[in-house]
């Protein structure tokens, strides 16, 4: 899934730190900014119990199914001919919300999704609603359908990464037909949990191994850039969502992370690491980020002594003027928490 920030190219760099620990089988690896979850799926592969926490829905839909759910969903109270995603893949379309709002229905202007692709998400979004409220899914399987359409509406965006524009022409992915695929459920047999949280809120309510933070680091909140999947995860069943502006976008006063607020950021991580209850603490941030690293360091280093841990890498789509890619320095802190 295309996600600012998301670390699947860093995987490697961080699992390295990680297997330097030596931590015995099944440890607890809670991700508490999981985004996309490929941290957590991957620590989950590695057979660590993983805990993975984000305030926003479809972060906790992809959690819930990547993490948490350990086997296949059945759908056997659906008592379908055909496989579910079949079934759903070919619903015929329906005008809808997102059609009116997000694709350039009538006098929309907004083009976030073609026609077509938005009616099918109309219909789909829909189907699960009516399967959930008649108890005919359960919550595993609500999840791992909503969790399949968002993959499949990231791939099909015409956005060049983030929702806060639509692109004015149409991007080759867009055009592609919006297809709902199989979740990959992978079972490492631990007693692995998704939440949706405050990460200051929840990260004293569980003993963990490693406490992993991958913080916003910059000013462009994620409620925001995400909206229209956030829209998708949580429906417009109950209110019509009331949306504004050029983008459409949902209002996400609730949901502004302190760590995307220059003033508030430092202040948010130190209350988190004070209340961690973690044997080590492993931080990702890089030298873009509104917190400096002088700070980060004065900050973990009230747990204990910090190790810093830094790498090169070319960031996603970023280039510079004369053309050549922005490379950022990752860095990674890991602190071994003082009794
Ligand atoms: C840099 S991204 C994490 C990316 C993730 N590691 C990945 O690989 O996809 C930060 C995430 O933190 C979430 N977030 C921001 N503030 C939060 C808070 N106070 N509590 C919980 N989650 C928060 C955002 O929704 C976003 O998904």
């Not at 699947?8 to 809670?30: A, H, P």
């Not at 508030?264 to 931080?283: E, F, R, T």
Request: aromatic residues 14%.
């Amino acid at each position: 899934m295309r996600y600012y920030g998301c670390k699947t190219k860093l995987l490697d760099y961080i699992e390295e730190v990680v297997t330097g620990l030596s931590l015995k089988k099944g440890s607890i690896f809670f991700d508490i900014f999981s985004g996309t979850t490929a941290v957590g799926k991957h620590f989950k592969k590695l057979g660590y119990t993983v805990y993975s926490n984000d305030f926003l829905e479809f972060a906790y839909s992809l959690a819930y199914t990547n993490i948490q759910t350990n086997s296949l969903p059945k759908f056997k109270k659906l008592s379908l001919s055909i496989d579910v995603i079949d079934y759903l893949n070919n619903l015929g379309g329906k005008i809808g919300f997102i059609t009116k709002n997000y694709a350039p229905y009538r006098e929309n202007k907004r083009q976030y999704l073609s026609i077509k692709n938005a009616m099918k998400v109309d219909a789909i979004r829909e189907q699960i609603e009516i399967w959930k409220n008649k108890k005919a899914i359960s919550e595993t399987e609500y999840y791992y359908l909503l969790s399949s359409l968002i993959n499949a509406i990231s791939l099909t965006s015409n956005i060049t990464g983030t929702y806060a524009a639509y692109l004015k022409t149409w991007d080759n992915r867009a055009l592609k037909d919006l297809k709902l695929q199989q979740g990959e459920i992978f079972n490492n047999k631990m007693k692995n949990r998704a939440f949706r949280a405050d990460a200051n809120e929840i990260v004293n309510k569980y003993k963990v191994d490693i406490l992993y933070l991958d913080p916003p680091y910059n000013s462009r909140q994620f409620a925001s850039n995400y909206f229209l999947l956030e829209l998708i995860a949580e429906g417009w069943f109950k209110k019509i969502p009331e949306i504004y502006g050029q983008a459409g976008m949902r209002p996400y006063e609730k949901q502004k992370s302190d760590y995307s607020i220059s003033r508030k950021a430092s202040d948010a991580l130190l209350d988190l690491v004070m209340k961690a209850k973690a044997k080590y603490i492993l931080l990702s941030y890089n030298d873009e980020g509104i917190i400096s690293i002088p700070e980060l360091k004065k900050i973990l280093g009230t747990r204990g002594e910090v190790i810093e841990y830094t790498k090169e890498h070319k960031r996603y789509r970023a280039i510079n003027q004369d053309g050549s890619k922005i490379i950022t320095k990752e860095y990674l802190f890991l602190v071994k928490v003082k009794k």
